[in-house]
């Protein structure tokens, strides 16, 4: 199985470092300490994760040992990846809550008895001042700077909280506190991880190899997937709208859910890749919600799907809305349908609104008696 592994990392990854070590390591047999960590500033996880859950779980099945890392010291920091401004602090309460969501789903792919779960407050939170110090000796604030959304920022001249230059310090030594031999990730945590090497090396380990895969994006088409976006599907939202949202994907996305998150074998992917976009997307949206929340449920939200949208029928219960929004694009936002105006606009034309049962442009107006539908939402005007 290792070289197994090793030839579906190799396939699925954008970048591994470094790729003959790990190989190496693989093919011999080695036991690997695999990391992943997941802070928790939301309480969902979302089908993006699939992702490096799905790495993970061929660690798993290889005999490796998966340790998840639930952040929630480093969470209260807030991750400054991609960030073109400093994300709020959580708070302590805030944080136990979100992460209590996360043991249930990653049940739904990982086998928890064989997992080492560890809070990086176990190690971090008992830091002195001293400690802290001693660890941010082991690099450079150039280095630190370094990383593109912080180079950004400086350029751009948007503010940078001095506690956010923690952030990279404290996971990397996550790396060094449980003894990381791999360590995966999305590729905006290329820094975050290549970081975590340099710190074992202060801390005289072996560094970690490293392996980063494609984000998904979300079902706007544009930006990575995220719950504060609106563009997610979460991994326990209800059957109907796990398969609403994925047949709500731009065409241009259809292949990279197919092969990032389907949980279906090679070649029933090639089929599904050979159909038409409207056939391929109802087939993904049906797999996606088997391996979820199983056949049966899959069918029922097909069946819902196309009573709703094939056939047109507008249900019995629907969201009253009684104000006078001044043109759709309106309507959408002050719903809470579409989280911004350039959102909303992105909705409409990619043929996501409808009015009564019909597809509609930026142009319509919506008045007393219409009935929009929009992500899975009726809203009935009042």
């Known amino acids: 199985m290792s070289r197994e592994l090793s030839e579906r990392l190799r396939e699925r990854a954008v970048q591994i470092h470094v790729e003959d070590h790990l190989r190496a390591r693989l093919e011999r047999g080695d036991s690997l300490r695999v990391k992943l960590g997941l802070d928790p500033t939301a309480p969902d996880l ?90 941010m000796a082991k690099a450079t604030l150039q280095q630190v700077l370094q990383r593109e959304d912080f180079a950004d920022r400086i350029k751009e001249g948007t503010p940078i909280s001095a506690h956010e230059i923690l952030y990279p310090f404290n996971q990397a030594y996550d790396s060094v506190a449980i003894k990381a031999d791999v360590e995966i990730g999305g590729t905006d945590q290329l820094f975050n991880l290549l970081f975590g090497r340099e710190i074992q090396k202060a801390y005289e380990q072996e560094p970690q190899d490293i392996a980063v895969f494609p984000l998904l994006e979300g079902t706007d088409g544009v930006q990575k997937m995220g719950k504060s976006l609106n563009n997610y599907i ?28 389907s949980g279906v074998g090679r070649r029933e992917q090639d089929e599904i890749l050979a159909m038409k976009p409207r056939d391929a997307k109802a087939t993904l949206a049906r797999a996606l919600v088997n391996r979820l929340h199983g056949d049966v449920a899959a069918r029922g939200a097909e069946d819902d799907f196309n009573t709703k949208f094939r056939k047109r029928e507008i249900p019995a219960e629907r969201e009253p809305y009684d104000k006078s929004p001044a043109d759709l694009v309106g309507l959408l936002v002050e719903t809470g349908i579409a989280s911004s105006r350039n959102d ?39």
């Open 46 to 135: 979302h089908v993006g994760h699939l992702v490096v859950l799905d790495v993970l779980r061929a660690f798993q099945d290889d005999g490796h040992t998966v340790v998840l890392i639930i952040g929630d010291y480093t969470a209260m920091i807030g991750d400054p990846s991609g960030r073109s401004e400093t994300r709020p602090m959580l708070t302590k309460e805030q944080v136990a809550a979100n992460a209590e969501t996360y043991f249930q789903q990653v049940d739904l792919v990982l086998d928890r008895s064989e997992i080492e779960v560890r809070h990086n407050s176990e190690w971090l939170a008992a830091m002195s001042a001293a400690d802290i110090l001693r660890l």
């Open 234 to 261: 979460g991994l326990t939202e209800p059957p109907e709208q796990i398969y609403g949202k994925t047949m709500s994907i731009p065409d241009n996305l259809i292949e990279k859910y197919v092969r990032l998150v």
């Open 344 to 382: 909303a606009r992105r909705l409409v034309e990619q043929g996501g609104v409808r009015i009564n049962g019909e597809k509609v442009g930026l142009d319509a107006t919506p008045v007393k008696g219409d009935v929009v539908s929009a992500r899975r939402r009726y809203i009935e005007l009042k």
